[in-house]
């Protein structure tokens, strides 16, 4: 990996480009510290310990890097651009005219690619409403219960809090510039790129809040992690090869076809979305709870609130750890199901003349490739749900009150997108030296 970054900063065209990324990640970095209009900086620092314990609250300020807890104009992060995706997504299978520009090729993915930026826009000022009222009515249920949390905002008049939405809502605007341009610019995919960036800037503190705890817990966890990053990489190179082979024909007087190629199935075909939906879902009833019966105010809360903030509101316990793996299990089949149609896949190889050795064209293709994808999709499934409570068997076993760094959503995202942007330079590296090998 080093030797291909090496290479890679003598090529004149890749250097450029990567510069430019990094330029980017540094603008990004930058926003993720500076403070929103109205809030008192000195005192969200205060705030810090002890927050973020709620799954959808951790989940959302691990995709902004940190900048939701500080409260800074990146605050939303990448999350509204995030959920954005996929609502279009599953919109592709309910609706016939997003399903219909998904097949109309680059054309048709230009189209989607606005309304995702619209509905982004739109989720933002959504997500950035609730922010500041819940910063301005309650901000011990973000930030923490410490006494110096009761009031961090410097101005509370309507004014400010319109202008706190629109500069969070503007952030999200210019982060997912930013991404676009890294994509048009720069090396990787944008988006991938700042949110493997989000996810990496917490993982040194992370470690060396462990640390603090002693050399032993220290050196455990590494070693935990180094084991779980050999198992993820591994798992995320893996792929189910089905055959496919191209029927001859003839042109002419000459045989066209014959060739073999293969189709690719990922063992982790969902990729991180399933701990995603897994994550905020748990988070509702605890969201639904703390509105109607806050927790420490002078109204004893009732029996379900109760029950919800015993058992869906602490991670490490039981219940909680046996609802996740479910709604994990769950979502990966669903999500699979929804973005991979064995039907479409079985059309084009009959449309292009080419067939799966021993099984018949059409139905029986879909049929066939349908099977072997649930049976990777088990796997799949099983893998993800363990990956996903790693944080928290963590959190019960270390001890720890920090989140896991080497688990969960975290770690899948560190090694897809690092391998995906690494796959991209080699690929680049490899055309310039067929050029100058033309040459």
Known sequence: MLNVFGRAFRTPELRNKILFTLAIVAVFRLGSHVPAPGINYTQVQACQKGAGQQSLLGLANLFSGGALLQLSIFALGIMPYITATIIVQLLTVVIPKFEQLKKEGQSGQTKMTQYTRYLTIGLAILQSSTLVTAVHNNPQSILGSGPSCANIMTDGAMPTLIIMVLTFTAGTGLIMWLGEQVTEKGVGQGMSILILVSVAARVPSEIWSIR?????????????????????????????????????????????????????????MANV???????????????????????GGTKAPSGWAEWIFNNLGKSDHPSYMIVYTLLNLFFTFFYVSIT????????????????????????????????????????????????????????????????????????????????????????????????????
């Open 273 to 295: 979305i399933p701990i995603i939906f897994a994550s905020s879902l748990l988070s509702l009833p605890v969201m639904v709870a703390q509105f109607t019966n806050p927790q």
């Open 340 to 439: 991979y149609q064995p039907d479409e896949v079985a059309d084009g190889l009959k449309q292009s003349g080419s067939f799966i050795p021993g099984v018949r064209a059409g139905k029986a293709t879909s049929k066939y490739i349908n099977y072997v994808l649930t049976r990777i999709t088990v796997g799949g499934a099983i893998y993800l749900a363990i990956i996903a409570l790693i944080p928290l068997i963590a959190l019960a076993l270390v001890g720890t009150n920090q989140n896991f760094p080497f688990g969960g959503a975290s770690i899948i995202i560190l090694v897809g997108v690092g391998l995906d942007t690494v796959k991209q330079i080699n690929s680049k590296l490899q055309q310039h030296h067929y050029e100058g090998f033309l040459r």
């Open 212 to 268: 603090n705890q002693g050399w032993g817990k220290f050196f455990v966890v590494v070693l935990m992690g180094l084991v779980i990053l050999t198992i993820v990489v591994y798992v995320e190179n893996s792929i189910r090869r089905l055959p496919v082979q191209y029927a001859k024909r003839m042109i002419g007087r000459r045989m066209y076809g014959g060739t073999s190629t293969y189709i690719p199935l990922k063992v982790n």
